[in-house]
C-alpha cells in the first residue's frame, strides 16, 4: 500500500481500512475488563478469527490497537503484524511518564508497522491525567519520531482534551469511538455537542467513527439512535478528519461485524463517492501513514 499523498488522495480508489480493532489471548485477570455480561468475548481472538471477516466485508486491512498497557504487548502485536500483511499498523503503548521515554521511542522506529501510541485515559482516577506535566513531556516527543497518538476517553474528559490537543498543535491526535457518549440513555446532551464542537476547531484532532454499539443498549438499539451522534461528528470534524473502525471484537457483545459496518454505510450512503472513499480508507491511510 502506498503511503504518499499523490497515490493515497480521498478518491474512489482508495483502500478500504478498518483503523481500529483487537486481538488477545483471553485470560480472565489481564482482561478483567471483560465483565461477565461480556461473555461472549471471553475467548481469544487472533488473525485468523478476523481475516475472513474483513474479507468477506471488502475491507482491505485493519489497524491493530493496544489493549493491555505493556511492552510486551507491543511486541506481541508487532508480531502479528509482521505475521499477517492484512494488518497494516499497529498503535501500542508507552509509558510516556518514563525518564527514558525518548531512548524507547527511539527503539521503536525499527518496527514501521509501530504508528502510534495510546493510553487507557479513561481509566484513570485522575480524570486530567492527560495534562499531567511528566506525560505531557513525553507527548511532545511523539511528533520528533512520527508517531500518532490515540485518545480514549470519557465524555466528561473532553474539556481536558481540548487543552491537551491545543498544546500540542502539530501532534497528530485521533479521538477514539467518538468519546464513548451515553448512547443507551437515548438521549445527546447539549453539553456533549459542545464538547465535541470545541476539540473538533483543533485541526490537529481527527475522529474514529467506533465503538458506538457497545455504548448503546446492546440488546435493543436500532440504527437511527445512531444519527445525532453521526451528524454531530461530521458537523464538527468534516469529512476530511473522521475514519471507519469496527472495535471488532468488543463490538461482539452487541452486534456482528457486518451489523457496524451497515450502520455507517447506510449514514453515509448519500455523500460523495469522495467522502465515502476518504472516511473508509484514505483518511486513516495518510493518518497512521499506512
Same mark, same amino acid.
Given at each position: 500500500?502506498?503511503?504518499?499523498?499523490?497515490?493515497?488522495?480521498?478518491?474512489?480508489?482508495?483502500? =478500504?481500512?478498518?483503523?481500529?480493532?483487537?486481538?488477545?489471548?483471553? %485470560?480472565?485477570?489481564?482482561?478483567?475488563?471483560?465483565?461477565?455480561?461480556?461473555?461472549?468475548?471471553?475467548?481469544?481472538?487472533?488473525?485468523?478469527?478476523?481475516?475472513?471477516?474483513?474479507?468477506?466485508?471488502?475491507?482491505?486491512?485493519?489497524?491493530?490497537?493496544?489493549?493491555?498497557?505493556?511492552?510486551?504487548?507491543?511486541?506481541?502485536?508487532?508480531?502479528?503484524? =509482521?505475521?499477517?500483511?492484512?494488518?497494516?499498523?499497529?498503535?501500542?503503548?508507552?509509558?510516556?511518564?518514563? @525518564?527514558?521515554?525518548?531512548?524507547?521511542?527511539?527503539?521503536? =522506529?525499527?518496527? @514501521?508497522?509501530? $504508528?502510534?501510541?495510546?493510553?487507557?485515559?479513561?481509566?484513570?482516577?485522575?480524570?486530567?491525567?492527560?495534562?499531567?506535566?511528566?506525560?505531557?513531556?513525553?507527548?511532545?516527543?511523539?511528533?520528533?519520531?512520527?508517531? #500518532?497518538? %490515540?485518545?480514549?476517553?470519557?465524555?466528561?474528559?473532553?474539556?481536558?482534551?481540548?487543552?491537551?490537543?491545543?498544546?500540542?498543535?502539530?501532534? @497528530?491526535?485521533?479521538?477514539?469511538?467518538?468519546? $464513548?457518549?451515553?448512547?443507551?440513555?437515548?438521549?445527546? /446532551?447539549?453539553?456533549?455537542?459542545?464538547?465535541?464542537?470545541?476539540?473538533?476547531?483543533? =485541526?490537529?484532532?481527527?475522529?474514529?467513527?467506533?465503538?458506538?454499539? #457497545?455504548?448503546?443498549?446492546?440488546?435493543?438499539?436500532? @440504527?437511527?439512535?445512531?444519527?445525532?451522534?453521526?451528524? /454531530?461528528?461530521?458537523?464538527?470534524?468534516?469529512?476530511?478528519?473522521?475514519?471507519?473502525?469496527?472495535?471488532?471484537?468488543?463490538?461482539?457483545?452487541?452486534?456482528?461485524?457486518?451489523?457496524?459496518?451497515?450502520?455507517?454505510?447506510?449514514?453515509?450512503?448519500?455523500?460523495?463517492?469522495?467522502?465515502?472513499?476518504?472516511?473508509?480508507?484514505?483518511?486513516?491511510?495518510?493518518?497512521?501513514?499506512?
Amino acid at each position: 500500500m502506498a503511503s504518499n499523498n499523490s497515490e493515497n488522495s480521498n478518491t474512489g480508489g482508495s483502500a =478500504k481500512i478498518d483503523a481500529h480493532q483487537h486481538f488477545w489471548k483471553y %485470560d480472565p485477570v489481564r482482561h478483567a475488563w471483560i465483565t461477565p455480561e461480556m461473555h461472549v468475548i471471553q475467548r481469544d481472538f487472533l488473525p485468523s478469527d478476523l481475516h475472513p471477516v474483513l474479507q468477506q466485508a471488502g475491507i482491505d486491512g485493519c489497524v491493530l490497537v493496544q489493549v493491555d498497557q505493556t511492552l510486551e504487548e507491543n511486541d506481541y502485536l508487532l508480531d502479528l503484524a =509482521k505475521e499477517n500483511d492484512f494488518i497494516k499498523g499497529v498503535v501500542g503503548w508507552i509509558d510516556l511518564r518514563d @525518564p527514558e521515554v525518548e531512548q524507547k521511542l527511539a527503539h521503536y =522506529k525499527r518496527y @514501521p508497522r509501530l $504508528k502510534g501510541f495510546r493510553h487507557i485515559l479513561q481509566g484513570e482516577h485522575d480524570r486530567a491525567f492527560m495534562l499531567n506535566p511528566n506525560f505531557k513531556r513525553g507527548i511532545a516527543l511523539l511528533e520528533r519520531y512520527g508517531y #500518532t497518538y %490515540d485518545i480514549l476517553i470519557y465524555p466528561d474528559q473532553l474539556g481536558y482534551t481540548r487543552d491537551f490537543v491545543a498544546a500540542f498543535p502539530d501532534q @497528530p491526535f485521533v479521538l477514539d469511538h467518538i468519546a $464513548k457518549p451515553h448512547i443507551k440513555d437515548r438521549y445527546i /446532551t447539549e453539553e456533549w455537542k459542545a464538547a465535541i464542537r470545541a476539540v473538533a476547531a483543533h =485541526k490537529n484532532l481527527h475522529c474514529k467513527i467506533s465503538g458506538m454499539v #457497545t455504548e448503546a443498549d446492546w440488546a435493543h438499539w436500532k @440504527p437511527e439512535h445512531f444519527r445525532v451522534y453521526l451528524d /454531530t461528528i461530521v458537523e464538527a470534524f468534516g469529512t476530511s478528519r473522521i475514519m471507519f473502525g469496527s472495535d471488532w471484537p468488543v463490538c461482539l457483545v452487541a452486534a456482528s461485524y457486518d451489523q457496524v459496518l451497515q450502520i455507517v454505510a447506510d449514514y453515509f450512503a448519500p455523500f460523495s463517492e469522495t467522502d465515502k472513499a476518504a472516511f473508509f480508507g484514505g483518511n486513516a491511510i495518510n493518518f497512521y501513514k499506512l
